[in-house]
Structures are given as structure tokens and as C-alpha cells.
């Protein structure tokens, strides 16, 4: 007796506890960014969230509903109330207000920045329940706290990285939790639960629902067995009221006819146009070469690309091999249960494979297989009442009743608690006392248990040891933040982005409109505060491709878009400086192949490829790459920096020698570390001659006679 | 208002000056009318193909010309033995008849040159290697573009298809290039038939394989295999198709390096490495524990 409980209590206390640390390590390991960097909002989407979240919290829901934001995607603007997934935002409001509410003045930025490590704890917890309702609790404490570390979804969950994931991993177990609940006991309460937490995921992952899942091939699989199942319900009232032989003939006429009818309906309404066909995500997720060839804007995405085999090892190290044997222990099973883990198992295997970024989705349901395996496991070594040495008499009888355990045998370990009353379980002998040879013994020699015991803690230990590791080198970079190390070890942070987004935010207009590559959209939203051209949200092809085609034009073309796009600055990226290889002439290529797919008669992709096929920079570059205001940004200035002939880090080349000349933009700001550099575009010259001459006038070159005289840039004069 | 006036006059002494100097030179269309004429009966004769020579090519692609012309240089002698070539001839001459049946007549022709005879051509254009495509964009007329300079298909990068092939004209011709895949009835035939065999076998040996269907093992294998595969990167070979095993002077790399690459054959070793731990994982679970005494459980051996 401890603490004045019986064997049960002192389980339950246990198991308490122990998710308890488990919730408490989970949140501990996402915090390695807030203690290396400070609370800040990550990347690039978690931006947006933050914005909409601060715009919820000041503007209260309705108008966050009916926001309509013209600062994005200027001049078209964007419907925020109804193409944003509110559940994160309307989450971390409800939580400010709580907080608020009981008199703790947090900020919202910090509810945002420690909302994912919250949830992760409360995915542990749910994790448990799911997995107790396959095995029991010791398999649940070990998936609990396989899912609290395992890299595959702390990649998405760390303090800071604010995005949905955070929350719709935990909306997602627990909602198979309920599910699976309400499958077991069949009550309305449980299915009832299961339809609010759907409802929940569904805002955490889908922007506005509407009509869609009616209309969209997508969901015309769920509909259709939705409409199976009322069939079903439907015959079944039927069978009651005829006979068996009348009722043979009526059913198998009726799941004919409906299935036709159901089937024509699908082709027809298909055809006419009011159930949308499948859209290009799905279709890359099947034909898996579709988005190179048709979208190059969803193949361009890093997190889009297929899984090679060491990303799954990386993500979720010794759980990978524990997953197919969890897997076949669920098969000898087979309950309702078992048989969605299984599915499970094996589609999200097959679109993580597709798709780097469902690595997410997998993690739980690997988490919760290879724990099954390991209690298993565990289960059958550390069992003691198998021990050689206890008498003959007691070994048989409880061999025979292998899940009755006595709890007061052990009382030391948790998983011998008599909760555990599961019927048929695998190694309980299905053949009694008949029969003279036993089926099962379980292990006998204690050196068998001490050699496998050991290994698979050494097991575990690697697996934190991994994981740990994983979280503090891979998965906590704000990646607005940089680091790197000098060469006497001393940390060195590289801050450009926010001083580039602060300078912005200061020294210019309100009303200033900013044009950059995507990809920095939301984030010069949200800490700049000011108007820009595409964002994150790539929801116009063409606009993006228009931004694409300006940065790989040459002056005088470039400058005509940028003037009808009211664009004051340009803002780019440029790594050469310090070798920061995410630079925008890395991910310049996608822009051309972006920009061509919708201008192809403008932009073409092989004229910045020179004759060897190659992409390069310096001397090797193509005319056309070197006229482009792209090249011509990033290299600015570059080689006086260095007195002369420059070298770009990250690409390993010697620049050309010589000045680059522009005389449409002019350097406004570039950082400490030129990551970021920011050009202004020139305004229209105030006596009427184009920006050419004007600048070569200041040069002191005469100004030929009969050259044509026309306000703005000149077209179709690219060399 | 005498200024307005003399204007319009002048505008339309302008319009006909232009006209008449269309009208003027007459040689010109002469020499079109009877290009095309000779175009028209190729593409009749060869079921929209214009065959060329060295010759033909030069006087076809001479100046006078209001029509694109898109020309492929093929091999297709057996002698050089040009897979790519055999490939891309059936598609290109379906683009091309296609074209025939629905596309505007006299605005686009399709020629295949041979290497056999056109060396001048090959050596002219300096290409060494077959099949390239070429397009040469109208030069006057009404289909004229301001680019005049022939195209060069990029095989590598847009493939041997039919679709792209035709989707690249309609970019370049600003009109949809129609294209219509006859379709395979050997092979519908063939599949309609290999289908209700199929039904049919498997109607007939159900009774027999029923204990293979329903058996937990079956589906348990296929599970294991599918998942398996996923997880070693079996999508990833399928979609950037890596080689098998690269071999580095006589010494054979099974492994890849750089974290998002991987060999076809690292992905198999690595699928079963983590099938074997699987196993052993199953089997001290289940098998050991029902081995009767302790020797046979340390070496997991049942006589």
C-alpha cells in the first residue's frame, strides 16, 4: 500500500502522472527556438495566422468574418473571412479571452508562439486514449510518449510555428478516438462528439465549407458510401415487412437499378459541369507526375516533393520498423479497431511517400502501431508470472489465464493493472487443458528477458537521444532568424529579415505597395505592414506569373509592369554575401518556369540556360539571365563591396568584373549581411524623356538626334 | 474644316497606295500558289506529312512563305538505329494528320526529313543528333508573328508526346492544334476480354481460393509489402526514377549521397532491412514465447 491506495489507485496515479511528464516533455522539447531565439512567430504561413489572429482579437468575429483585405494581392485584394481556416485564429482568441477574462494580461503573440506545444501535449493525451482502445494503457503511455517526440510532427508543431497542423493533429487523433469510441459502444453520446470534433478539424484544415463536399469529386467516395449506408438502413426496414424469397427478388432488383442510377447520376452531373472534377493537388497525389507538367507553382513547393527513404528514417527513427510488426500484431486481432489502424497504416504510408509534407499524418498513426508492438513486446518479457522457477502448478494456471494477472504479483509496473480485461487476446492458449503439448510458455530464462530487455531500452534510449537531436539542429530555426556558428564556436545570429521588414515598416508609406517573389508575401504583411503584389496564398496563377515575368525581363520591360502595378519597391533575396543558399537566384528557375507557363511568348526558360545547358551566374551567365532586373538586383553593387571582382558564396563563381548600371531602380536599403535588399522603383523623369536617357544624360553622353522620344519605358528593345 | 478633309483623303490615298503595292507584286503570289499547290498534294499523298529531301526542304522554307512550317529530322534508317526516332514518328504524324482533318488549311505544314536525304540539312543546321524539331514561324501574310527565327523543340524537356507536341504548336500558333488519338481497339478488345476472364476465373475457382481470400495472412501480406514499400521511398524511385546502382571505377555505389536522394537498389535493401527488424520483432512477441524450454527460446530454434 503507498499512499493509502489500493493496487488500482496507485495505477491510475501512476498512469496520471506519467502522461503528466509526458505532456510536460512534449511541451519542453518544442521550446528549443524560444530559448535559442526569443518568441517569435516562424517562417512564412504562421505569419498570416498571426495577422488574421491580431485582427481577430482587435476587431471581434464579425468583422473578421467579413475582412476584406486590400493590402494583399494588390490591386485584386483578398476575401480573408472566407478563404482563411478559422480554426486556429478563432482557437487562440478563445484563449486570450479566457486569459483575459481571469485578469492574466497575456499577448496574443505569445498565445499564438506557444499554442502548438500546448497542443502537442494534448495530442499526447489523446494519442493514450486511441491506443488503449486498440491494446490498453501501457501501449497507450508508450504511444503518448512516442507522439510527444517524434520528429515527424514536432517538424510542424515547435514553439513559434503557428499554422494549423498544430492544432488539427490533436482534432485528428482525437477525433478517431471518438470515432472509434463510438463505434465500440454504438451511443449517439460518443458519435455526437465525434461530429463536433469533426466539425473542429474540418475549421483547423478547410477554409469555408459551403456546398463543396456535394460538388466536388473529391468527396463523392464518402457521399456515396453515406448514401449506402441509408440504403442499408432502408433494406433492412424493408426485410422486416416481406418474406425472405420476395425480399431476395426486391433487393438484389434495387442494388442493381440504384447502382446504376447512382452511377449515371455521378458521369452525368460530372459532365454538366456541377460536380467539379478533381482539382490538381489530387491529381498530384494520384499521377504523381502531374503537378511538374501542368502546375509548376504546386511542384515548386519543397514540402510538395515525394519522401525519399531517409526523411521517414530521419522523422521517425526506430518507430519506421516498428510500424509494419505493430501493424501484423493488429492483423492477429482484427477487430473493428484493428482494422482502421490498418487502413490507416497504409494510405497515410502511401501519400506521405507522395508527399514530404503528409509525413504529418503519418506520425500518429506509426506512433500508435509501433507502441502496440513494443507493449506487446514488453508485455511478454517482462512478464514475470512465466518465470521458470515458480512451481509448476501456479505456472500452468496462469499461463492458461494469461490476462488475469494477479495485480499484487507485480505491482511495480503499471501495465499489470486490472483494467486490463480484454478477452481473446493473441497469446492466451485457444486450446485448453486438452491437449497435452502447451501452445504457450512464455519466456523462461531470465537471461533471455535481461538481453532483450536491455536491448530495447538501449532502443529507447537512442530514440530520445535521436529525437532530441533532431528537434534542436533541425526543426527549432525560426528561419526569420538565422544562426550560424563562427569559428571559435561562438553563436552568431543573422537577423536581416526583420531589419530589411523594419526598415520597410519605418522609412516608408503607408500606402507603399511592395512587389517580391511569393514566398514572402505574408511576411512583409505582417511585419512590414505594407501592401504586396502575391503572397503565400497562391491562389492566382497569373499574378504570380506576372511578378515572375518582372524580375526576369530586362529594365525596360520590367519597368512598364512594375508601373502599372503601382509598385514602389522591389524587395529580393540575396545569399551570395554569406552563402544563405534559399536565396531568390536559386529560386529564380521557378519563377521563369512559373512566369512561362502563363507568358510564353515573354519569358523562356532555355535563354537562361547558356549553350552547355547549364544555369549559371558570372561570366557564364546568359545575356538574358544578366539583363534580367533579377540578376541585376541581386548583384548590385556586389563587386565594389569587394574592390573589384566579387565571388557569390552560395553558387561557388567569380562574378564578372564591372559596374552593373540600372537606371530604373535604385538601391533603397540592403541589410547587414545583404541577405535582403530593397530597390526603389524610379519615378517617371520630370522633363519626359525615358529613364535611359536621363541616365545616360547624367552620365555626360549626348543625347543623339532622332532618337524617338516616348514617355515611360520602351518595349520590344531587349537585346 | 478643309483640314479634316484633306486629311481623310490623304488617309485613304494611303490606303490605297498600300493596297496596290500588294497588288503590285504579283510575281510573289505566283510563286506561293504554286508552293502551296505543291505542299497541298504531299499532305494528301501522305496523309498530312510533307516527305522532304535536302532540296524540297530549302525551297519550301524559302522566303516567300505565309505558312509556319514545322520540320523533324529524323533517322529512321535501321542502320542507325534511332529508338527516340521510331518513338516520336508515330506521334508527330498523328499531330500532323489530326491537322489535316481539322486545323485551317495552308497555315501550318508538317515535313519529316530523313537523314538519309538530307545530310546538307543536318550539316547546315549543325545537328548530330536525331530526332529535332524545328519550327519556322510564318513570315508575311496574315499568320505572321513578329518573331521570325525558327523554334527548336526541346525534346528533354517537354518529352516524346503527341499532347505536348501539340499543346507546343497551339503556344506557337496561337489556334488550337487539334489532336485526336485514334482509338486502340486492338487493345480495348484485349482488355474487355482479359477482364471477363478475369470475372470469369474468378467465379469459377472461387471455391478453391476462397481460403486464400479470406484468409487474415493473405491481407496481412499484401498490407506489410504496401507499407513496406512506402516507407523505404518506393515513390520517390517511381516518381524522379533514380538509377538502379551507380558504379564508380569498378566499385559499385549502393548508396546515394545527399539526404533527399536515394538508388533504386539502396531503397529494396533498405525496405527489407526494415522488414527483417519487423519480423524479429513479431516473432520474439509471438513465436519465442511458445517454445518449450530455455535453450530453444535463446536461439529461437525449434527442432
Keep these: 500500500m503507498v499512499l493509502g491506495l489500493d493496487a488500482q489507485n496507485q495505477a491510475a496515479l501512476l498512469k496520471v502522472v506519467i502522461l503528466g511528464l509526458i505532456a510536460a516533455v512534449a511541451i519542453g522539447s518544442r521550446l528549443f527556438s524560444i530559448v535559442r531565439y526569443e518568441s517569435v512567430i516562424h517562417e512564412f504561413d504562421p505569419w498570416f495566422n498571426y495577422r488574421t489572429t491580431r485582427h481577430l482579437v482587435s476587431n471581434g468575429f464579425y468583422d473578421f468574418w467579413n475582412w476584406f483585405d486590400e493590402r494583399s494581392w494588390y490591386p485584386l485584394g483578398r476575401v480573408v473571412g472566407g478563404t482563411v481556416y478559422p480554426g486556429i485564429m478563432v482557437t487562440s482568441a478563445v484563449i486570450h479571452n479566457i486569459l483575459h477574462a481571469l485578469n492574466f494580461p497575456v499577448d496574443i503573440r505569445n498565445i499564438c508562439v506557444l499554442l502548438a506545444p500546448l497542443f502537442s501535449a494534448f495530442t499526447a493525451v489523446a494519442a493514450y486514449l486511441l491506443t488503449v482502445e486498440i491494446k490498453d494503457s501501457s501501449a497507450g503511455l508508450l504511444a503518448a510518449a512516442f507522439i510527444g517526440v517524434a520528429p515527424g510532427y514536432i517538424s510542424r508543431s515547435v514553439a513559434g510555428s503557428y499554422d494549423n497542423e498544430g492544432i488539427a493533429i490533436f482534432l485528428l487523433v ?85 447502382f446504376i442510377a447512382m452511377f449515371s447520376a455521378l458521369v452525368f452531373l460530372t459532365y454538366s459541369g456541377y460536380i467539379a472534377p478533381w482539382t490538381g493537388r489530387f491529381y498530384s497525389l494520384w499521377d504523381t507526375g502531374y503537378a511538374k507538367k501542368y502546375i509548376p507553382i504546386i511542384a515548386s513547393v519543397s514540402e510538395h516533393q515525394p519522401t525519399a527513404w531517409p526523411s521517414f528514417f530521419f522523422d521517425l527513427e526506430m518507430l519506421i520498423f516498428l510500424f509494419p510488426a505493430g501493424t501484423y500484431l493488429c492483423f492477429r486481432e482484427l477487430r473493428d479497431e484493428h482494422v482502421f489502424v490498418i487502413l490507416y497504416g497504409i494510405t497515410a504510408s502511401y501519400f506521405a511517400g507522395v508527399m514530404v509534407r503528409l509525413m504529418l499524418t503519418l506520425t500518429p498513426i506509426v506512433c500508435v502501431t509501433s507502441a502496440v508492438a513494443l507493449s506487446w513486446l514488453l508485455d511478454t518479457y517482462l512478464d514475470v508470472s512465466t518465470l521458470e522457477f515458480l512451481p509448476e502448478e501456479q505456472e500452468r494456471s496462469q499461463n492458461s489465464s494469461f490476462d488475469n494477472k494477479v495485480p ?62 533532431v528537434t534542436s539542429t533541425a526543426y527549432s530555426s525560426p528561419s526569420i532568424v538565422l544562426a550560424s556558428r563562427g569559428a571559435d564556436g561562438s553563436n552568431y545570429i543573422i537577423d536581416d529579415f526583420r531589419e530589411a521588414y523594419y526598415w520597410l515598416r519605418k522609412n516608408t508609406d503607408y500606402s507603399a505597395k511592395i512587389l517580391s517573389w511569393w514566398d514572402y508575401g505574408y511576411q512583409i504583411a505582417g511585419m512590414a505592414d505594407r501592401t504586396v503584389l502575391v503572397d503565400n496564398n497562391t491562389w492566382n496563377n497569373t499574378h504570380i506569373a506576372t511578378v515572375g515575368r518582372a524580375l526576369a525581363s ?156 516616348r514617355v515611360g519605358g520602351r518595349r520590344n528593345k531587349s537585346s | ?64 512563305r505565309n505558312y509556319s512550317f514545322v520540320v523533324l529530322l529524323t533517322a529512321l534508317d535501321s542502320s542507325i538505329n534511332c529508338h527516340p526516332c521510331k518513338e516520336f514518328d508515330p506521334e508527330f504524324r498523328l499531330v500532323a494528320r489530326s491537322w489535316e482533318k481539322i486545323g485551317t488549311p495552308s497555315r501550318l505544314f508538317f515535313g519529316i526529313l530523313d537523314y538519309q536525304n538530307g545530310r546538307e540539312i543536318f550539316n547546315k543546321l549543325k545537328q548530330n543528333t536525331a530526332p529535332s524539331l524545328w519550327y519556322y514561324p510564318a513570315i508575311e ?126 531503397s529494396q535493401i533498405v525496405a527489407i532491412l526494415y522488414g527483417l527488424c519487423a519480423f524479429a520483432v513479431v516473432s520474439l512477441t509471438v513465436t519465442i514465447p511458445k517454445l518449450e524450454d530455455k535453450m530453444k527460446q535463446r536461439f529461437g530454434w525449434e527442432s
Design chain 1, 408 to 469: 499484487e504479483k507485480s505491482g511495480k509496473r503499471e501495465k499489470h493493472s486490472p483494467d486490463k480485461t480484454k478477452k481473446g487476446s493473441q497469446n492466451s492458449s485457444r486450446i485448453p487443458d486438452k491437449k497435452k503439448k502447451k501452445e504457450y510458455y512464455g519466456i523462461l530464462g531470465i537471461d533471455t528477458r535481461m538481453i532483450i530487455g536491455m536491448n530495447f531500452i538501449f532502443f529507447l534510449w537512442i530514440f530520445m537521444w535521436h529525437c532530441t537531436w
Design chain 1, 554 to 709: 530586362d529594365e525596360n520591360v520590367a519597368y512598364e509592369i512594375l508601373r502599372r502595378h503601382d509598385v514602389d519597391y522591389v524587395l529580393i533575396i540575396f545569399g551570395g554575401l554569406l552563402g544563405y543558399s534559399g536565396d531568390d537566384i536559386n529560386k529564380f528557375l521557378w519563377m521563369i518556369r512559373i512566369a512561362e507557363g502563363v507568358y510564353p511568348d515573354e519569358v523562356k526558360e532555355k535563354n537562361f540556360f547558356n549553350d552547355r545547358g547549364e544555369y549559371r551566374v558570372g561570366d557564364e551567365a546568359t545575356p538574358t539571365m544578366r539583363n534580367s532586373i533579377m540578376y541585376k538586383m541581386s548583384y548590385y553593387n556586389y563587386n565594389e563591396l569587394f574592390g573589384g571582382q566579387a565571388t557569390d558564396r552560395v553558387r561557388g563563381t567569380r562574378l564578372s568584373p564591372g559596374k552593373i548600371k540600372m537606371h530604373t531602380l535604385e538601391e533603397a536599403y540592403t541589410t547587414e549581411n545583404w541577405i535582403v535588399r530593397i530597390f526603389k522603383v524610379k519615378d517617371l523623369d520630370n522633363i519626359g524623356r525615358t529613364l535611359e536617357q536621363a541616365a545616360g544624360f547624367e552620365l555626360g553622353k549626348k543625347r543623339r538626334r532622332g532618337a524617338k522620344k
Design chain 2, 1 to 64: 474644316m478643309t483640314v479634316k478633309k484633306f486629311a481623310i483623303f490623304f488617309l485613304v490615298c494611303l490606303i490605297f497606295a498600300t493596297l496596290r503595292i500588294q497588288y503590285s507584286s504579283a510575281a510573289k503570289p505566283l510563286l506561293l500558289d504554286r508552293k502551296l499547290r505543291k505542299l497541298n498534294e504531299q499532305v494528301q499523298k501522305h496523309d498530312g506529312v510533307v516527305e522532304l529531301d535536302s532540296d524540297l526542304f530549302d525551297e519550301f522554307l524559302a522566303k516567300p
Design chain 2, 141 to 266: 501574310g496574315p499568320f505572321a508573328k513578329d518573331v521570325s527565327e525558327p523554334d527548336k523543340y526541346d525534346f528533354s524537356n517537354r518529352g516524346f508526346g503527341a499532347e505536348e507536341f501539340a499543346s507546343y504548336l497551339t503556344n506557337h500558333l496561337g489556334v488550337q492544334v487539334p489532336l485526336k488519338r485514334p482509338p486502340n481497339y486492338f487493345l480495348i478488345v484485349l482488355s474487355v476480354f482479359f477482364l471477363i476472364g478475369a470475372l470469369a476465373a474468378i467465379k469459377l475457382l472461387f471455391p478453391l481460393v476462397r481460403g486464400v481470400f479470406e484468409s487474415k495472412n493473405t491481407w496481412a501480406a499484401i498490407s506489410l509489402v504496401i507499407i513496406l514499400m512506402m516507407i523505404s521511398g518506393h515513390m520517390w524511385n517511381h516518381i524522379r526514377t533514380p538509377p538502379y546502382v551507380t558504379t564508380n571505377g569498378g566499385n559499385i555505389n549502393y548508396i546515394a549521397g545527399g539526404f533527399q536522394n536515394q538508388y533504386g537498389l539502396e
Design chain 1, 174 to 258: 482525437f477525433t478517431f478516438y471518438l470515432w472509434i469510441k463510438a463505434l465500440k459502444l454504438g451511443s449517439a453520446f460518443w458519435g455526437a462528439w465525434t461530429a463536433l470534433f469533426y466539425f473542429y478539424m474540418v475549421a483547423a484544415w478547410v477554409p469555408f465549407v459551403g456546398f463543396m463536399p456535394t460538388r466536388t469529386s473529391e468527396h463523392m467516395a464518402a457521399l456515396g458510401i453515406f448514401g449506402l449506408l441509408q440504403i442499408f438502413a432502408f433494406v433492412e426496414l424493408v426485410r422486416t415487412h416481406l418474406s425472405t424469397t420476395q425480399f431476395q427478388i426486391l433487393f438484389r432488383g434495387f442494388i442493381f437499378v440504384s
